[in-house]
């Protein structure tokens, strides 16, 4: 049944009144389903109102009643899991088990948020000068934006929006058009949780919604997820107008394989985080170096029959190993970087182009891929696929294998394999990348620690979630006080602690 969705401002969903919509496809029947409202810069700017008006009372409210909203909103959520799910799944592509994941991820970092009294208490010195005490405090920047990519439409709003809240901000999601039906529905929930109307909105729409938030000297911070360039032009034009900001980019995350690694275990582990989720996660490996021709042929023979046997079905299914890409257009850009490869020389060991479900031959499959013979200077290698392709790029040695991510344009995530401890330790101190996993394929950091990667992965200096988080969304304020009993006489000299 088609469905519309408009925009949710002051605690209530509203329609979109630009005339302009985006197609909201079903990536398993290659259908639309549905359609999303584009805002105009005035209803962008009607939300700015909603939550600004909602900051004072929001930052006032003490800690422990704001993670009180935090613990209800965690249990609404997941009571509402299975229909979160298949909603998120349905406009995806992702199959349910990993969709459950996609809102999974995104309420451990609820769970953390809940923690915010202790997460947001601020440091004191008594006595650090005669009669001088100084303590800070941590406190909200006020209505901050978060911008999110299609790939994780629930975890990735919840890591921005949960620490936000939390440290007494309020906010705006400008979700991916591509499917919006999820954090709509997680707005819903917050207000059901007590969230005060305006504390969370939603706008949904394109660069015209994304430039009225850069643009509006209310919104002080914006948080970015999604592709390299955008998350670019974000970082530089909000820091151009003063405002915080962090902008989370693209990704080509490579697998090390040194010889004595468990190759049974490599396989399985590698499977997964290439072809899981159709290779639609920015911490999929879309790269796996084999070091020394021994470790690659034994690779390359225990990895063509499982992708070759690669169980693809429609999204809703629970037992296959991934869904359908999300549009057409991004498979059919996913197939073009296939040519790519094969014509920058890459041997094509088993090819997935011609992949269709039978029963949904419109829908936007496609089946795995494996290239061998990457390397730098071919720009299938160099850029982002983010597609069901699994790239080989050989090393020769363990140098040349910590070189090969270290020198690559993006940071996000690494990972080696193998059963020597002293060599994956030189390897994480040595990588020139933001999150390593040593024998873990996709080394998403857990809430309390911090996710983000390095060079054209990530523009700014904070991280998401953990202390990071709590970070970007307060600032900090210190006080030195001295209550004399007597009137003092004036100092002209720099006062010193001495
Ligand atoms: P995208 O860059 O196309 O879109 C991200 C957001 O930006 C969406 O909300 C979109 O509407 C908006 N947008 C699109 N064009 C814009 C423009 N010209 N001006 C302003 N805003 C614009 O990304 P996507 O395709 O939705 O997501 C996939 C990308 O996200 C991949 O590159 C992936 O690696 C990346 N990603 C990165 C991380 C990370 O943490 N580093 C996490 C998830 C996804």
């Known amino acids: 049944m088609a469905y519309e969705h408009g925009h949710f401002i002051s605690g209530k969903r509203v329609s979109g009144g630009s005339g302009r919509f985006g197609d909201i496809y079903n990536p398993t029947t290659g259908e639309v389903q549905g359609k999303v409202a584009f805002a105009t810069k005035a209803e962008v700017g009607k939300a700015i109102d909603a939550a600004e008006k909602a900051f004072p009372a929001w930052a006032a409210t003490n800690p422990q009643r704001r993670a009180r909203v935090l ?41 953390f948020a809940c923690g915010i009294p202790h997460l947001q208490k601020g440091e004191y010195t008594e006595s650090a000068g005669a009669g001088i005490d100084v303590y800070s405090m941590r406190q909200p920047i006020g209505v901050g934006a978060g911008i999110t990519p299609f790939n994780f439409p629930a975890m990735i709003p919840m890591w921005m929006f949960g620490v936000a809240i939390a440290c007494g901000n309020t906010f705006i999601i400008k979700p991916s058009e591509k499917d919006p039906s999820t954090p709509m529905r997680l707005a819903e929930l917050m207000m059901a949780a007590g969230a005060p109307e305006g504390v969370l909105n939603v706008v949904n729409g394109d660069k015209e919604a994304v430039d009225a938030l850069i643009e509006d000297p209310r919104v002080k911070a914006l948080s970015f997820v999604g592709s390299s360039d955008i998350a670019n032009y974000i970082y530089a034009e909000g820091c151009k107008r003063g405002k915080r900001v962090q902008a989370f980019g693209g990704a080509k995350n490579h697998m090390i394989v040194l010889p004595d690694a468990d190759m049974e275990n490599v396989v399985n582990q590698l499977v997964g985080s290439a072809f899981g989720s ?20 034994t690779l ?13 079905g429609p999204s809703f299914s629970e037992d296959s190993d991934l869904g359908p890409l999300v549009t057409g257009a991004h498979r059919a850009r996913v197939k073009k970087y296939i040519d790519m490869a094969i014509g920058e020389g890459q041997e094509l060991i088993v090819d997935g182009r011609d992949f269709r479900l039978q029963g949904y031959e419109n829908g936007f499959f496609l089946g795995g891929t494996l290239l061998d013979g990457a390397k730098p ?52 101190q040595r990588v020139n990348v933001g999150m390593v996993g040593v024998n873990v394929p996709i080394p998403v950091p857990i809430a309390y620690h ?49």
Not at 88 to 107: F, N, Y
Not at 278 to 297: I, K, L, S, W, Y
Not at 300 to 312: A, C, G, K, Q
Not at 382 to 400: C, M, S, T, Y
């Open 278 to 297: 159709a290779g639609e996660r920015c911490m999929a490996t879309p790269v796996v170096v084999p070091v020394g021709d021994d470790t690659a042929a």
């Open 377 to 428: 200077g071919h720009t299938s290698y160099h850029e982002e696929i983010f597609g069901p392709v699994l790239q080989i790029a050989r090393a020769k040695n363990f140098d040349e294998a910590v070189a090969l991510p270290s020198n690559h344009q993006y940071g996000n995530g690494v990972a080696i394999f193998t059963r020597n401890g002293a060599a994956a330790r030189e390897f994480a």
């Open 450 to 498: 911090t996710f983000g990667g390095w060079k054209r992965s990530s523009f700014g200096d904070t991280n998401q979630h953990g202390p990071e988080g709590v970070r970007f969304w307060t600032k900090i304020k210190t006080v030195t006080q001295r209550w004399p009993e007597d009137v003092q006489g004036s100092e002209f000299v720099i006062p010193t602690m001495g």
């Open 71 to 111: 613990f209800k909103f965690k249990d609404l959520v997941e009571k509402d899991i299975d229909n979160l799910a298949r909603m998120l799944s349905s406009e995806h592509g992702k199959i349910l088990p990993d969709a459950r994941g996609d809102v999974q991820r995104g309420l451990e970092v609820i769970e």
């Open 300 to 312: 390359i023979d225990m990895l063509r029959p499982r992708v070759e046997s690669l169980r693809i």
